[in-house]
């Protein structure tokens, strides 16, 4: 099967004042066809660069793609122009952010917004860009689509700018949708109703997704598989259940044990001592040894490779290092 996505060693750095940052520093991930990838990872540990960067939408400068591949439906897109790249987005790969605000224009109407994209990607005229704009705005549970369509972004309430970004993401049924905590911003019962529409786009369109998230509840509802990131790197994935059953990586575990359990008061919960390091381009050995209750002294020479430990399970770590030769 090949995968929608493939993303091989990338390498995404920004040139800053303060020196080279690599904010992705070596990502492998891929998703196939009609999966839901979770990517998860503390804050600043390379999860939206990664995302920007399958849309070659990183800011440049200060921001640089220096190495890797990225495959869509084996094609790497890296080499291509612009011009190319704008057919892409929104047509094979729609991306939905947490602030709908970002993407949405509020100089024009959402269906203006709608039609653009639908008569720019699909070759629609306009009467039927409308009308297929107007039954997209239903289909993501937007009451009274028709007069929705003559509103500005901003007269909406969050959830449903949230509705209608993920209406026009999907205008065009793209192969892949990227999703950037698309529900933090979002009160609880809102929050729950996008997941689900997220989820029923998968179901019913097959549509793959990388969903980003803090939230490992999330993850365990709505993914397949699951990243997870730190410092730039991915450092385990696998199948959810595999992760969640037997994580291998010691800073997996410690995501998992944060997760507040029922009756568990705020007092009690654990987080992961220490911080997430500042970013290097002569950083040495794991990321997480400084933090790391099970560090050796291999750890902090020499970074481990992201090794198969068991089926379509892999972790990067020197406590589960015993077979390097299957390195991805
Ligand atoms: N415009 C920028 N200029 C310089 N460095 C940047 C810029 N954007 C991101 N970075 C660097 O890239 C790192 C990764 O950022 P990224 O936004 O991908 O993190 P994240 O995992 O999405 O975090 P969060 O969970 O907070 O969204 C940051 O720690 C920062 O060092
Ligand atoms: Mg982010």
Redo the contacts with the bound molecule.
Sequence with gaps: MQPVLKIEDLHTH?F?ERGE?P??DGVDLYINPGEILGVV??????????S?SVLKLV?SP??QIVGGRILLKGRDILPLKDKEMRKIRGDSVAMIFQEPMTSLNPLFTVGQQIIETVRLHRGLARKEARAHGVDMLRKVGIPRPEAIMDEYPHRLSGGMRQRVMIAMAVSCSPELLIA??PTTALDVTIQAQILELIRQLNEEQGTAIML?T?DLGVVAEMCHRVAV?YA?KVVEEGRVRDIFKNPLHPYTRGLIESVPRMNETRERLYSIPGQ?PV?STDMQGCRFAPRCAEVMEVCAQSLPALTLQEEQHHCRCWLHAKEQEDAV
């Design positions: 920004f800053t940052v904010a992705v990872g503390e804050s600043g540990c390379g999860k939206s660069v990664t920007l800011p200060p921001g950037d905590e980003i803090h990131m730039g997430v970013l």
